[in-house]
C-alpha cells in the first residue's frame, strides 16, 4: 500500500466506505449491495444477484479483481485481473467460486453487486470525479474524467487499457444533447460535494477524494468506489491540462506534490 507523505488523512477500507455512505439518508442510495469476502456471503450473493465483484478491501489500479458471472444452470464464469492480464474460468458451484479466489488472492477482500454500465461505442465506462478542499476552505469539484474499458475487460482502469474521455466528449458519442450532459455533470457535482462532506465528517483532515461514479443501463447512477489514499492526478494531464494545473495546485497546499 502506498505510504502518504503529505498531509491528507484517508479512510482505509471499501467496506467502511461503503458503510459510512449507507448511514447517511440519500447517499445510501447510491451505493451496490457490499458485504465482507466469506463462504457464506458468497453463496447469498451469488443466490441474489446476476454477477458479482470481488475486490480487495484496499487496493486501486484494477489489480486483484474478480469478476463472477452466474452462467444459471451450468455454475459461475469467473474472470480475474493478475496485472494487465484477464484471465477465465468456469467452476460449478458457489463454494468453488470461493474456494478459488480464496487461493488466488492474499488481501482481505470485498464482495459487490454487479452494476450493468451504460456503455459508448460498445465499451463500459465509469466516470471519475477530483473533489478537493480549496487551500485553506471549501470542498470542490475540479476534474471529472469518463473511463472507457478496454474490450472485454472486467474493468474501465486507464492501467488495465482503458481510454479516457471528457464529459462533453462521452455526451457527444453517446448522442445526447449539451444540456443533458450538463446535468449529468450537475448531478455528479451534487452528489460529490455531498459525499465529500458526509465522509469527512467521519474522518477529519482529509483534502482530496477520487469517487468512481457509474450509471447502469437504466441510467440509474451508483458509486462505485471512494479513493482517499493517494487518488491519481497524472492520467488527467493530456486530457484536460486546466484541470491538472488546478489540482496541482490546490493539493501543494496540502503538501502534495507528486503527480
Known amino acids: 500500500m502506498y505510504v502518504k507523505k503529505y498531509n491528507s488523512r484517508s479512510i482505509y477500507g471499501k467496506l467502511k466506505v461503503c ?3 449507507k448511514s447517511h439518508k440519500s447517499l445510501k442510495k447510491l451505493v451496490p449491495h457490499t458485504v465482507s469476502f466469506s463462504r457464506k456471503n458468497m453463496a447469498s450473493m451469488l443466490a441474489e444477484h446476476s ?3 470481488v ?3 484496499t487496493g486501486s489500479q484494477g489489480m486483484g479483481i474478480f469478476k463472477v458471472k452466474n452462467a444459471k444452470s451450468s455454475g459461475y464464469t469467473v474472470k480475474h485481473i493478475v496485472k494487465k492480464k484477464q484471465l477465465s474460468r468456469h467452476l460449478g458451484s458457489a463454494s468453488a467460486v470461493y474456494n478459488h479466489i480464496n487461493k488466488k488472492s492474499e488481501k482481505r477482500l470485498i464482495i459487490q453487486k454487479g452494476i450493468t454500465l451504460d456503455r459508448v461505442n460498445g465499451r463500459a465506462y465509469d466516470i471519475r470525479v477530483m473533489v478537493q478542499r480549496k487551500p485553506g ?3 470542490t469539484v475540479n476534474c471529472y474524467s469518463v473511463k ?5 475487460k472486467i474493468v474501465t482502469n486507464y492501467y488495465q487499457g482503458g481510454k479516457l474521455y471528457s464529459m462533453e466528449k462521452l455526451g457527444k458519442k453517446q448522442g445526447l444533447s449539451p444540456k443533458k450532459t450538463a446535468k449529468r455533470i450537475s448531478q455528479l457535482k451534487s452528489k460529490s460535494l455531498k ?3 458526509h465522509l469527512s ?3 477529519k483532515g482529509m483534502h482530496e477524494l477520487g469517487i468512481d461514479f457509474a450509471y447502469d443501463k437504466k441510467q440509474r447512477l451508483w458509486v462505485i468506489e471512494v479513493n482517499s489514499n493517494h487518488p491519481q492526478f ?3 494531464k493530456r486530457l484536460n491540462p486546466q484541470a491538472y494545473r488546478k489540482m496541482k495546485e490546490f493539493a501543494r497546499s496540502y503538501g502534495r506534490k507528486d503527480d
Open 19 to 21: 458503510r459510512y455512505l
Open 51 to 53: 454477477s458479482v465483484y
Open 55 to 57: 475486490k480487495p478491501d
Open 137 to 139: 476552505g471549501s470542498w
Open 148 to 152: 472507457v474499458g478496454a474490450p472485454k
Open 195 to 197: 459525499i465529500a462532506k
Open 201 to 203: 465528517g467521519k474522518r
Open 234 to 236: 497524472y492520467p488527467v
